[in-house]
């Protein structure tokens, strides 16, 4: 997709959120993957954790990152399996104001190319909340690659045309 060169570059103040159960941050590989291409591409690590797979752990996190002003989007990864305890989207979907089912579609059709019918098993999924982008991508270095890749380096490019996340941003609160 065009990057309009002409445009001057914003910079995205992006948390990042590890969910797992047997994960530290010395194993977190696709976590790290995540950092390396959001900080390559020019944008802001606002700030990084990894929670246990539980409900109200995430929620709690997620709120509070939504209620920092320092945070402009959050992107998690793992979790979005199908096993019992595989549960982000039920936590993004208690703090959500608006999903943004475009995003699981867009996701599971870029991750057919690479593992097949296997992507069906992912809940990829995104939304808003109270300004706030949150994507969540499953926990393999390969999904954050293929999310990150091809979908969100462009839309949270503020010079990707011809439209992207970052210009909507100060409309998110409207109402």
């Known amino acids: 997709m065009p990057i309009d060169e002409s445009l001057i570059f914003q910079p995205v103040r992006i948390a990042v959120l590890t969910v797992s159960d047997t ?3 010395a194993e ?3 976590g790290d993957t995540l950092v ?3 900080e390559g591409a020019g944008h802001v690590l606002a700030a990084r954790e990894i929670v246990r797979d539980d409900v109200d752990l995430i929620v709690g996190t997620l709120h509070r990152w939504i209620d920092d002003e320092q945070i402009d989007c959050v992107i998690t990864t ?6 019992g305890r595989d549960v982000t989207p039920e936590a993004i979907e208690r703090v959500a ?3 943004i089912p475009g995003f699981g579609e867009l996701f599971r059709w870029l991750s057919f ?3 097949g019918t296997s992507t069906v098993q992912s809940r990829a999924c995104a939304c808003v909340t109270r300004g706030t982008y949150i994507f969540a991508l499953p926990g393999s270095t390969g999904a954050v690659k293929d999310g990150w890749d091809g979908i969100l380096a462009s839309q949270l490019d503020s010079r990707h045309r011809p439209c992207n996340f970052v210009e ?3 409309r998110l609160r409207e109402r």
């Open 97 to 99: 104001d608006k999903m």
């Open 23 to 25: 994960r530290g941050l």
């Open 168 to 170: 909507l941003m100060p």
């Open 28 to 30: 977190d590989r696709s």
């Open 78 to 83: 793992g979790g979005t399996g199908v096993t």
């Open 113 to 115: 190319q690479t593992i």
């Open 36 to 38: 390396a291409r959001l």
